[in-house]
């Protein structure tokens, strides 16, 4: 299986400010994925990082509040702009494509709570 | 695109009882898997389980996929089980996970 780490692990912001969310995966994956889960919600997938060009981005979310890189096969960011309390969520890491038996599996990461004041 | 739905939304069991998790899926997918979101926030991998039968302790899980439904087994539940339950499939030329709805456990002593 992967390990996913992803940093920080929460803030409080205040609002008009941006936030970068850092995720390393401890092995190489094919895809990297950040979701979005607001209080009490399900998980709401953003955008695929692909490597190397610009992430794809769901319904609803665009780049330039939502900006994501993913220079290399382990490590991808996600900066949520501007921020305001309606971005208040967890955020979280996500990947697969693992060598071997695990590679339809995918495995998410601790995420990051974010509070916007 | 895809509609996922859990049932029940909720769930309240005294420790020791049993229960059955329900998942549907308005079409065909290639990957379906049941994740446990514990109170800290953390998604645990139960079961990778596009079709078949698994188990894993007192846990199991059983994909219909012609029938489009997958249903997970707790049996013995513990504290420890409470949180929510997530379903996520995956259709055929995507690489996009969908999460359903979720079923929201409470086991009490």
């Known amino acids: 299986s992967a390990v996913i780490s992803q940093k920080p692990s929460r803030d409080i912001c205040q609002r008009g400010t941006s936030l970068t969310i850092q995720c390393q995966v401890d092995?190489?994956?094919?895809?990297m994925f950040w979701y979005r889960q607001q209080p009490g919600q399900s998980l709401t997938l953003i955008a695929t990082?692909?490597?190397?060009?610009?992430?794809?981005?769901e319904s609803g979310f665009v780049i330039d509040k939502f900006p994501i890189s993913r220079p290399n096969l382990t490590f991808s960011t996600l900066t949520v702009s501007n921020m305001s309390p309606e971005d208040s969520s967890i955020y979280l890491c996500?990947?697969?494509?693992?060598?071997?038996?695990?590679?339809?599996?995918?495995?998410f990461g601790p995420g990051t709570r974010l509070l916007v004041l | 695109g895809i509609q996922v739905e859990q049932s029940p939304p909720d769930l309240i069991l005294q420790e020791g009882a049993n229960s059955t998790l329900r998942c549907n899926f308005s079409?065909?997918?290639?990957?379906l898997q049941w994740f446990h979101q514990n109170p800290w926030g953390q998604l645990i991998n139960l079961f990778y389980?596009?079709?078949g039968t698994k188990q894993n302790g007192r846990l199991s899980a059983t994909t219909v996929a012609t029938e489009r439904y997958s249903l997970l087994y707790i049996s013995s539940s513990q504290t420890t089980d409470s949180g929510v339950y997530f379903c996520?499939?995956?259709?055929?030329?995507?690489?996009?996970?969908?999460f359903g709805t979720g079923t929201r456990l409470q086991v009490f002593p």
């Open positions: 996500s990947a697969k494509g693992l060598a071997g038996e695990h590679q339809e599996t995918q495995y």
């Open positions: 092995s190489q994956v094919t895809m």
């Open positions: 990082a692909n490597q190397g060009s610009e992430a794809t981005y």
């Open positions: 079409d065909s997918v290639n990957n």
């Open positions: 389980i596009p079709s």
């Open positions: 996520a499939v995956r259709t055929y030329n995507t690489d996009k996970l969908i």
